[in-house]
């Protein structure tokens, strides 16, 4: 396949030849090296690619566990910089969460950090570094953490599919080095101009007709949102960051999945023999396959009905007619109209603030991990924040530790997640219960946003 640089920056998929390898915690492989590594992220025209990645590859190698099972992992630093890692929607203990600056300090160059925890959730979750995020991740520093549940789900097999985007300059097929950029921090994140599914360029699986799936969908870029669809597959949403549904939902029309979200499906194959099915990328002025499943033979069973529900994971339930109101207001960025916040202690004009690199505020002041916790809660109530987004541009707020639900309009309880969409001006209800002790953080996955001020925490005790 030849493609021209000019081509290049309107194409919307990539990849490496790399698919990430399988490991498990119950294995005698306890150590995993983030490393500097050159591989062929771009098509064969292209030179390679400089990334950071564990054991020098982008996604990272799949941690594959039982629930229940401890996961141990020693993470050895072989970076030029200081890191950490962070084991995302894991109901971890705190001192695991690798947050540094909040949980732990960064590992320096040369040195390891040892991760010891148990998996208590059957879900889909992933793991990447949380020093310089907005940096670390978008060179590729991440990988999928999947927790099977005890007994097989009703599936002829599965896929673990890792959407990114990468910002690469074309003229030297090397990640732009453009981070911190301002445009960035104050817009809509670092967005790619090269998307990738398990780092494969127009990534393609073959599959039998009727043929059922179980597929894994993480967002693993820096900021964007996938808009998707399914094409020649029938499909139900059966999780959402790892939390099953009680009910199955049908998959109809477009489903939207933001940075660090995940969804898990399942689909039949319904495209004809020599044809294919589809996961199906929306977005822009180009609608393209993420996916392609091509259908190279036919099943030997007919379609199936509605897939029963995954096994729910236990959770305590939220007690709204006691639970305590909590209010964080996100102002800031571009085209806001926010003039001025508190940082650093004192009140500090938007220019003050832009030249700090800030943008953002939590509740009028810049966010941080330095300053006092949004709320100190009390180990078993009921938590309802109510967020809003008075802002020009989207936010996925993710709050470490521990999965609240997003309350419908109704009062009802919706959705159970770790990381919930706001669009520009929308605000939205969540309810937790503060169950897991220790200092979490609360922050937007638009790493850019987070690294300009969005960024808090509670502490549970």
């Given at each position: 396949m030849n493609i021209s640089k000019r081509d290049f920056l309107r194409m919307s998929a990539a990849g490496l030849a790399y698919m990430p390898n399988a490991l498990s915690a119950q294995t005698d492989l306890l150590s995993v090296?983030?490393?500097?590594?050159?591989?062929?992220?771009?098509?064969?025209?292209?030179?390679?690619?400089?990334?950071?990645?564990?054991?020098?590859?982008?996604?990272?190698?799949?941690?594959?566990?039982?629930?229940?099972?401890?996961?141990?992992?020693?993470?050895?630093?072989?970076?030029?910089?200081?890191?950490?890692?962070?084991?995302?929607?894991i109901r971890i203990e705190n001192a695991m969460d690798g947050v540094a600056g909040l949980t732990q300090d960064s590992v320096r160059p040369g040195q390891g950090f040892d991760y010891d925890f148990i998996a208590p959730d059957a879900g889909t979750y992933w793991y990447h570094a949380h020093n310089r995020s907005f940096e670390q991740v978008a060179r590729g520093l991440q990988g999928a953490l999947i927790v099977e549940e005890p007994e097989p789900i009703d599936v002829d097999r599965e896929e673990v599919l890792i959407l990114d985007d990468w910002r690469i300059d074309p003229e030297t097929a090397q990640i732009a080095d453009t981070f911190g950029a301002m445009h960035d921090l104050s817009h809509a994140g670092r967005l790619g101009n090269y998307i990738t599914t398990n780092g494969t360029y127009n990534l393609a699986r073959k599959v039998k007709r009727h043929e059922r799936l179980r597929?894994?969908?993480?967002?693993?870029?820096?900021?964007?949102?996938?808009?998707?669809?399914?094409?020649?597959?029938?499909?139900?949403v059966v999780a959402m960051d790892g939390m099953p549904l009680a009910t199955p939902?049908?998959?109809e029309g477009s489903f939207?999945?933001?940075?660090?979200?995940?969804?898990?499906?399942?689909v039949d194959v319904t495209a004809e023999m020599g044809s294919a099915g589809h996961l199906v990328h929306l977005g822009g002025d180009e609608t393209f396959s993420q996916v392609a499943f091509e259908v190279t033979s036919d099943g030997a069973r007919a379609p199936r009905g509605t897939p029963r529900p995954l096994p729910p994971n236990a959770h305590a339930m939220p007690d709204l007619a006691n639970a305590r109101d909590?209010?964080?207001?996100?102002?800031?960025?571009?085209?806001?109209?926010?003039?001025?916040?508190?940082?650093?202690?004192?009140?500090?004009?938007?220019?003050?603030?832009?030249?700090?690199?800030?943008?953002?505020?939590?509740?009028?002041?810049?966010?941080?991990?330095?300053?006092?916790?949004?709320a100190e809660l009390s180990l078993g109530e009921t938590v309802r924040l109510k967020i809003t987004n008075d802002t020009s541009f989207p936010h996925a707020m993710h709050l470490h530790g521990m999965h609240f639900y997003e309350i419908e309009r109704d009062g009802s309880l919706g959705a159970f997640r770790d990381t919930t969409l706001l669009d520009r001006g929308e605000v939205r209800d969540i309810a937790f219960v503060a169950d897991n002790p220790g200092k979490w953080l609360l922050h937007c996955h638009m790493l850019s946003h987070a690294a300009a001020g969005m960024m808090a925490w509670v502490n549970v005790s």
């Open positions: 090296t983030a490393r500097v590594a050159d591989v062929q992220l771009l098509p064969d025209d292209y030179g390679k690619t400089q990334i950071w990645g564990f054991d020098g590859i982008a996604p990272g190698p799949e941690i594959r566990v039982t629930q229940g099972a401890r996961v141990k992992r020693r993470i050895i630093n072989d970076l030029p910089d200081p890191t950490s890692t962070h084991w995302h929607g597929l894994r969908l993480i967002n693993a870029s820096n900021a964007r949102i996938f808009q998707l669809a399914l094409d020649g597959l029938e499909g139900w939902r049908p998959v939207l999945l933001s940075s660090a979200q995940r969804v898990d499906l399942i909590i209010a964080l207001l996100m102002e800031g960025g571009a085209m806001g109209g926010m003039r001025g916040a508190m940082m650093g202690g004192r009140m500090s004009s938007m220019r003050d603030m832009m030249q700090a690199g800030s943008f953002w505020a939590f509740n009028g002041a810049v966010g941080g991990m330095d300053g006092p916790p949004l």
